[in-house]
C-alpha cells in the first residue's frame, strides 16, 4: 500500500470512529448471551465492538472472538479486540487496542498491516498521546473520567485535559471510564469522538435502551453525514 492509500485509509477510520463504542465483559455476558447481549447493543447504535476477555482458553477466546466479527460485519459494525494482536489475526479483528503495557504499537502494526485499526490507551497524559500519534495509532483512550466499576484502581482524568488533549491531537479520542447517558454529553463537548462503555450497555436489563441512550447524546447534527467503516467479510 502506497503512502496514499494509506492515508485514505486512516481518514476513513477517523470518520468511522465516532459514537457509542462498546466493551463486553465476560461476568456481564457470560456464554451464550455474549453473542444475543452485543446484538442488542449494535441495534441500539453501536458503532464499534471491543471484545474484551481475559479470564477465557485461548480457543473460546477465538471462537467467541470470529463469532463477534461475523456479527459486527454483518451490520457494518467495527470490530476490536483487546490487548491480543495474536487473537486479532485469527478471529480476522478489524485491529486492536493496546493498552501501555501490552506491548508497542509498532510491533502490532507490522504483524497487522497498515489497514488494522490500532487504539492505545493514554490515560491523561499528553506525553503518552504525542508518542502515540507519531507511532501511528489510529486513536486513543483517555479516562478514567468518573468512577469505574472495571477498573476502580485507574487513574483519574478530568474534562479539563480532555478539551487540552482535543488541541493537541487530531487522532480521534475514545472517553472511558463509568460513563453513562447521564454524564457523557459533557466528554463530547469537550472533545470525545466516541464513548467507551461497558456496565452502561452491558449492565444493564434493556441493554439496547441504555446504548440508544448513548448513541443518542452525539445528536444528528454533530455526526458527520457518513459514519459507516465498511468492513471487508473475511468469513
Same mark, same amino acid.
Given at each position: ?7 485514505? %485509509? ?59 466479527r461475523k456479527l459486527c460485519h ?10 491480543? %494482536? ?24 507490522? #504483524? ?16 503518552? %498521546? ?13 479516562? #478514567? ?16 485535559i480532555l478539551k487540552q488533549i #482535543? ?25 470525545a469522538d466516541m464513548l467507551a %462503555? ?35 467479510? #473475511?468469513?
Amino acid at each position: 500500500m502506497n503512502s496514499n492509500d494509506s492515508q485514505n %485509509v486512516h481518514a476513513a477510520y477517523s470518520a468511522a470512529l465516532h459514537g457509542l463504542y462498546a466493551i463486553t465483559d465476560p461476568k456481564l455476558l457470560p456464554g451464550e448471551t455474549l453473542l444475543s447481549g452485543v446484538a442488542l447493543a449494535i441495534a441500539g447504535g453501536a458503532k464499534v465492538i471491543q471484545y474484551r476477555n481475559k479470564t477465557a482458553t485461548v480457543a473460546r477466546q477465538q471462537e467467541e472472538a470470529t463469532a463477534l466479527r461475523k456479527l459486527c460485519h454483518q451490520h457494518n459494525v467495527i470490530f476490536l479486540v483487546n490487548d491480543d %494482536v495474536q487473537l486479532c489475526l485469527k478471529s480476522g479483528a478489524d485491529g486492536v487496542h493496546l493498552g501501555q503495557q501490552d506491548g508497542k504499537l509498532a510491533d502490532a502494526r507490522h #504483524r497487522l498491516g497498515s489497514e488494522a485499526i490500532i487504539g492505545v490507551t493514554c490515560h491523561d497524559s499528553e506525553t503518552m %498521546v504525542s508518542t502515540a500519534e507519531r507511532a501511528g495509532a489510529d486513536y486513543v483512550a483517555l479516562g #478514567r473520567f468518573f468512577p469505574s466499576q472495571t477498573k476502580p484502581e485507574a487513574p483519574a482524568a478530568s474534562i479539563a485535559i480532555l478539551k487540552q488533549i #482535543r488541541q493537541q491531537t487530531s487522532l480521534p479520542i475514545v472517553a472511558i471510564g463509568g460513563i453513562t447517558e447521564n454524564n457523557g454529553r459533557q466528554l463530547i463537548s469537550a472533545g470525545a469522538d466516541m464513548l467507551a %462503555v461497558i456496565h452502561g450497555v452491558f449492565g444493564q436489563k434493556n441493554i439496547r435502551q441504555h446504548a440508544s441512550a448513548l448513541h443518542d447524546l452525539f445528536g444528528q447534527a454533530n455526526e458527520p453525514k457518513d459514519t459507516t467503516l465498511h468492513t471487508t467479510s #473475511r468469513d
